[in-house]
């Protein structure tokens, strides 16, 4: 695995048995479905493989667009990875994350949910639980 290349596992949680063909289109192959157990007339599936960081991120957008879609996306390169979530309605959520794939929270996040609690230890309770 060379230096820009990232080791990519796509967990798709539910997709309507509807969309699975428009799935495999944006990630150019078949994939191996089963039924969904918790919604009715969906399915699941798992896919890993290597590409670039580039890749995964334009997939990804791609499948934003696919409604009714769940899904998790880790990457893990040399030093660290990304964790991507997409909900319908909520878009697409990126953290970094360490080798052992805990999501990382920026220094820069940080400061800012102090700034915006304003000194209210409640509401930066509140805050720092949203960025966990």
Not at 29 to 41: F, I, T, Y
Not at 112 to 130: D, H, V, W, Y
């Amino acid at each position: 695995m060379s230096k820009s290349q990232v080791k990519r596992t796509l967990l798709i949680h539910s997709c309507p048995k509807r969309h699975q063909l428009q799935v495999e289109t944006v990630l150019g192959k078949s994939l191996s479905w089963s039924r969904q157990e918790l919604q009715q007339d969906s399915v699941k599936s798992e896919v890993t493989g290597i590409s670039s960081l580039n890749q995964v991120e334009a997939e990804l957008i791609a499948l934003n667009r696919i409604p009714n879609l769940y899904l998790e996306c880790f990457t893990t390169g040399i030093e660290s990875g990304h964790l991507y979530m997409l909900v319908p309605g909520l878009g697409i959520y990126q953290g970094m994350t360490n080798l052992a794939g805990e999501v990382m929270i920026s220094e820069e996040r940080i400061r800012l949910t102090i700034e915006e609690s304003a000194g209210n230890p409640r509401e930066m309770q509140r805050s720092l639980r949203i960025l966990l």
